[in-house]
């Protein structure tokens, strides 16, 4: 494990780097991995399909909606696209559920690990960044508000320059 607390985020980047070294070398089979990891995640209902919830820094429309309880994320999402959902489903299992100060704390060492920063496109790969960034962003909003069971406003977690 290359991160050197032992957090449950820590343990679920472990696990997906060993699903990856299970697939081997071959990327045509890591994308496919990727892409069947979207497929399992639920849609969202048209009503949150809004543009306050659009995350912007994505070629493809990707949708984020972060709750707290004031101790734990809760993340849903979507995108269009099929990679970009198996990139989503692969971080809500990373972040969703969990504390907020270890997403805080946490970094996203499997992206490395998994050679993910070396085979996206450059769109592709903003995407994930703006993805782990409001992942961050709304985690930060909520340790800074520290309100009990408010949801938060995915429309200002990211700047829409």
């Known amino acids: 494990m290359s991160a050197t607390n032992h957090s449950e985020i820590d343990r679920i980047q472990q696990d997906i780097v060993d699903e990856f070294a299970m697939l081997g070398d071959d990327w045509t089979e890591r994308y496919q991995y990727i892409i069947d990891c979207g497929k399992s995640l639920p849609d969202l209902p048209a009503e949150e399909k809004i543009p306050a919830n659009i995350l912007h820094g994505c070629q493809s429309q990707v949708w984020l909606l972060a709750a707290t309880d ?58 994930l960044a703006a993805m782990l960034a409001a992942i961050r962003v709304h985690a930060v909003k909520a340790q800074q508000t520290d309100q009990s069971a408010a949801p938060i406003d995915a429309s200002n977690a990211i700047s829409k320059d």
Not at 78 to 95: F, K, P, T
Not at 100 to 126: C, K, M, Y
């Open 70 to 127: 004031g101790e734990r994320m809760s993340y849903r999402a979507n995108s269009d696209a099929l990679i970009v959902s198996g990139l989503i489903a692969l971080l809500l299992r990373i972040y969703s559920g969990r504390p907020i100060n270890e997403i805080t704390a946490s970094e996203p060492w499997f992206v490395d690990q998994i050679g993910l920063a070396e085979h996206l496109s450059p769109t592709r790969s903003n995407g």
